[in-house]
């Protein structure tokens, strides 16, 4: 049974960074599409970034363009999320999904499989 696992979340001041974990267990995570979302209090679940199959293509929001990364690491079957210049904004429950054919990278409704989230605070 695919399983993620989320880490790395806490508590920054606006401007800093974070760098979020998704291990992965029961699958190979380069054979599928490895998504980044997340859902602040009383906000819809929103796609945060996405990774396709191969190491590539990637895709972001364009809240996060130009400050979050997307990469995964093959030998450690885990993908990341490199979060800089940290908004106020940024602040919400952060989720690992995974889907081997996501229709729309951007839809929660797309994947198959989620971890359980970590929580990111960002404050001034």
């Known amino acids: 049974q695919p399983q993620l696992v989320e880490s790395g979340g806490g508590s920054v001041q606006a401007g800093g960074s974070l760098r979020l974990s998704c291990a992965a267990s029961g699958f190979t995570v380069s054979h599928y599409c490895m998504g980044w979302f997340r859902q602040a209090p009383g906000k819809e679940r929103e796609g945060v970034a996405a990774l396709f199959t191969g190491g590539g293509p990637t895709y972001y929001a364009d809240s996060v363009k130009g400050r979050f990364t997307i990469s995964q690491d093959n030998d450690k079957n885990t993908v990341y999320l490199q979060m800089n210049s940290l908004k106020l904004e940024d602040t919400a429950m952060y989720f690992c999904?995974?889907?081997?054919?996501?229709?729309?990278?951007?839809?929660?409704?797309?994947?198959?499989?989620w971890g359980q989230g970590t929580q990111v605070t960002v404050s001034s």
């Open positions: 999904a995974a889907d081997r054919y996501p229709t729309n990278w951007w839809r929660p409704t797309t994947y198959n499989y």
